[in-house]
């Protein structure tokens, strides 16, 4: 049953084939038996296992939605009560949320079961998973790569059939990027489609909750769910919900698809432009037209980014310093000194890192000529998109410029590692919602076609990824071992 769709196992568990125990049970055996990919932070046989009775009782009354009883692995950045929440971080690693995140309460109220907490970059700063004070997550596909990150402990469990689905969160591709390199599908939803109440701060105006699934019609399904205004986030949006699962097989003739020359340039890996390539070459032949555009300022999404999420991430990181929750030094001559060695002791190196960076970028005198200046590129980076859209229903291209790469190749060089997010990043700055499916393998590693969309188009999206994923199969390849 591990093999299996959100969308089949919630047949299955309505007709009685199996219970939500023992799809649970068979979830918790996995994870337990593939503890060496690191996937998950925490795991709580008996939370899970009961919120599974509960919904065997729901499922036995005919009472269940969809999605009563399936099993879901959760990013360990949403607040979880009762439940450990790190952030894959030492500040936070014995921090118990008093109250969930609404993403939380909507998979609970929904009926889902969490099967555990997953494996992140330290406060969702990173690209490979290898910033997490639990240590790094290792990828399905070869164990001596990068999964991606920062979800890439949901990416990696999914991939691996620890878990049929798994949440995230994208501020900079961190739901796309470890989707492409781990072979599953990552829809980063526009921002303010999904409440960020309850989700660890890394850079407000840029971080949002998605999905990671098999199938872009699971996607659907969990975005019913997660999707919608939420009166404890003053960012999200109050805008009707789709039923996401409703045209999915839309057919797609006409579709006219911009192909950004910028996406296609040096830095793209040879046999990653040749898979983008032969996926173009389907969406042609179901209809769709082939459009070359320019967004002239992609060479500054990444500089733009490197400004404007380290300094939100200085001020919202401001909140761990040993007073209220999370570690606290044990020894120290008064409050300063406290707030000093706590601090020091509880982040990671990435983590100061961008603390400096936009303590700096903040600060008086540099402000206007960094922080101010990257805002300005913001609305630029923006505006390309805006006009890129008259022309254009969507854009496609690579979701990142190689396949995954090696555990420890870019952790000495962090422009090399920020560069991993070339493709995923502008849209983050301009609050678009995009998807990342599987498209093909390179060398035995999967590779990822990127789909991005206007404002709310998320339902479009997934009709263009599940049309995709009608004619292909790279979607249901299983990696070796995990099958
Ligand atoms: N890799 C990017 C960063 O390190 C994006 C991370 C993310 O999306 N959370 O900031």
Redesign the pocket.
């Given at each position: 049953m591990h093999s299996k769709t959100i969308k089949q196992l919630s047949a299955d568990l309505h007709r009685g084939s199996f219970s939500s125990v023992e799809l649970t049970q068979c979830y918790l055996d996995r994870i337990d038996r593939n503890q060496k990919l690191n996937a998950f932070i925490t795991v709580d046989p008996e939370v899970s296992l009961t919120q599974a009775r509960a919904a065997d009782e729901l499922l036995k009354k005919s009472d269940g939605t969809l999605l009563t009883g399936i099993p879901l692995a959760h990013k360990d950045i949403f607040c979880t009560e009762g439940m450990l929440t790190t952030c894959g971080s030492k500040m936070l690693h014995n921090f118990i949320a008093p109250y969930s995140a609404t993403l939380i309460e909507n998979c609970q109220q929904a009926g889902m079961v969490c099967l555990g907490k997953t494996n992140m970059?330290e406060f969702?700063?990173?690209?490979s998973n290898e910033t997490s004070y639990y240590g790094p997550v290792k990828n399905p596909w070869n164990e001596k790569m990068v999964p991606g990150?920062?979800?890439g402990g949901s990416a990696a469990a999914v991939s691996a059939r620890l878990a049929p689905a798994g949440t995230g969160?994208?501020?900079?591709?961190?739901?796309r990027?470890p989707a492409a390199l781990c072979g599953i599908t990552g829809l980063k939803p526009t921002y303010g489609r999904v409440s960020r109440y309850g989700m660890v701060a890394?850079?407000s105006s840029?971080?949002q909750a998605g999905t990671l699934t098999q199938t872009a019609e699971d996607a659907a399904l969990l975005m019913n769910v997660i999707a919608g205004f939420d009166t404890k986030d003053s960012t999200s949006v109050d805008e009707p919900v789709p039923d996401y699962l409703h045209g999915l097989s839309n057919d797609l003739d006409g579709l006219r698809v911009g192909l950004p020359k910028q996406f296609f340039d040096d830095g793209l890996h040879s046999d990653v432009a040749k898979i983008v390539a032969e996926a173009l070459k389907l969406f042609e032949k179901q209809g769709a037209t082939l459009i070359d555009i320019d967004l002239p300022n992609s060479d500054l999404c990444v500089p733009c980014?490197?400004v404007i999420?380290p300094s939100e991430a200085s001020s919202n990181l401001s909140r761990f310093d040993g007073v209220r929750y999370g570690h606290r030094s044990e020894s120290y001559q008064d409050l300063v000194d406290m707030y000093m060695k706590t601090r020091a002791e509880g982040f990671g190196v990435?983590v100061k890192r961008?603390i400096m960076i936009g303590t700096y970028a903040l600060s008086a005198g540099y402000y206007d000529a960094y922080y101010l200046k990257a805002q300005k590129l913001r609305r630029l980076i923006t505006q390309d998109f805006d006009q890129a859209f008259e022309q254009v229903d969507v854009i496609m291209g690579p979701t990142t410029p190689t396949p995954a790469f090696e555990l420890g190749a870019k952790t000495e060089d962090p422009i090399a590692?920020?560069l991993?997010?070339i493709y995923?990043?502008s849209v983050?700055l301009s609050g678009l919602p995009g998807i990342s499916i599987p498209a093909g393998f390179a060398q035995g590693l999967p590779v990822g076609l990127q789909i991005i969309g206007p404002y709310f188009t998320e339902g479009k999206l997934l009709n263009i990824a599940h049309r995709f994923q009608m004619e292909t199969d790279w979607h249901k390849k299983i990696p070796r071992g995990f099958d």
């Open positions: 970059d969702a700063m990173g690209s990150g920062s979800s969160t994208d501020t900079g591709g961190s739901i990027q890394f850079a840029l971080d980014y490197y999420a990435e961008r590692m920020y991993n997010d995923t990043i983050n």
